[in-house]
């Protein structure tokens, strides 16, 4: 039985479009794709497009691969990190602008009217604590609490520390917990 051939010699059966070398390319390192495609997504249907994606583009830039800069697998690896990035940041949802969110008001359905004032009464105390919070703590928890972000994934997008985005969203729980306790005893 002959010896397995080199990831370097698929790669290069890739780049010239040998049959052979293209599905033994595929079959080596199909695991490992979508393995990390759906571990970094979350979804089989987006890890399959992704790791297709990503076969695709090992052949179109087979001969640009130069073997100085990591192993096969790490090249193959890391452009299918990428497309996973480019489709979780895709996928999320656009940002609302903080004033937006505080102008939407749900409708009451309670049948009392003491209920819809109350409810009126603590709507408008939120968003007078809301908007007299200083901006980056507003924007914090409001990425927190509407859009589900972890306070890691705040830091990233607002490009603070972990514990920075971690204090910010702290900061703005205890003003509202120190507004409400204050509202509860005005009503």
């Given at each position: 039985?002959?010896?397995?051939?080199?990831?370097?010699?698929?790669?290069?059966?890739?780049?010239?479009?040998?049959?052979?070398?293209?599905?033994?390319?595929?079959?080596?390192?199909?695991?490992?794709?979508?393995?990390?495609?759906?571990?970094?997504?979350?979804?089989?249907?987006?890890?399959?497009?992704?790791?297709?994606?990503?076969?695709?583009?090992?052949?179109?830039?087979?001969?640009?691969?130069?073997?100085?800069?990591?192993?096969?697998?790490?090249?193959?690896?890391a452009i299918t990190r990428?497309?996973?990035?480019?489709?979780?940041?895709?996928?999320?949802?656009?940002?609302?602008?903080?004033?937006?969110?505080?102008?939407?008001?749900?409708?009451?359905?309670?049948?009392?009217?003491?209920?819809?004032?109350i409810t009126s009464r603590?709507?408008?105390?939120?968003?007078?604590?809301?908007?007299?919070?200083?901006?980056?703590?507003?924007?914090?928890?409001?990425?927190?609490?509407?859009?589900?972000?972890?306070?890691?994934?705040?830091?990233?997008?607002?490009?603070?520390?972990?514990?920075?985005?971690?204090?910010?969203?702290?900061?703005?729980?205890?003003?509202?917990?120190a507004d409400r306790s204050?509202?509860?005893?005005?009503?």
């Amino acid at each position: 039985m002959p010896p397995a051939p080199s990831d370097e010699s698929l790669l290069a059966g890739l780049a010239v479009g040998d049959a052979a070398a293209c599905t033994a390319f595929v079959r080596r390192f199909q695991r490992r794709v979508y393995g990390l495609a759906l571990g970094l997504v979350g979804d089989q249907g987006a890890a399959e497009d992704i790791a297709q994606e990503a076969f695709v583009r090992a052949w179109r830039y087979a001969q640009a691969y130069d073997t100085r800069r990591g192993s096969v697998t790490t090249w193959l690896l890391a452009i299918t990190r990428n497309l996973a990035i480019d489709d979780l940041r895709t996928r999320r949802p656009q940002l609302a602008d903080p004033e937006r969110i505080l102008a939407l008001q749900p409708q009451p359905t309670g049948p009392s009217i003491d209920d819809t004032v109350i409810t009126s009464r603590t709507i408008a105390a939120l968003g007078n604590t809301l908007r007299c919070m200083p901006d980056e703590q507003r924007r914090a928890l409001l990425l927190a609490a509407f859009y589900g972000y972890t306070a890691k994934e705040i830091s990233e997008t607002e490009g603070v520390p972990l514990g920075t985005a971690k204090t910010r969203i702290r900061m703005a729980m205890l003003k509202l917990r120190a507004d409400r306790s204050g509202a509860a005893g005005a009503l």
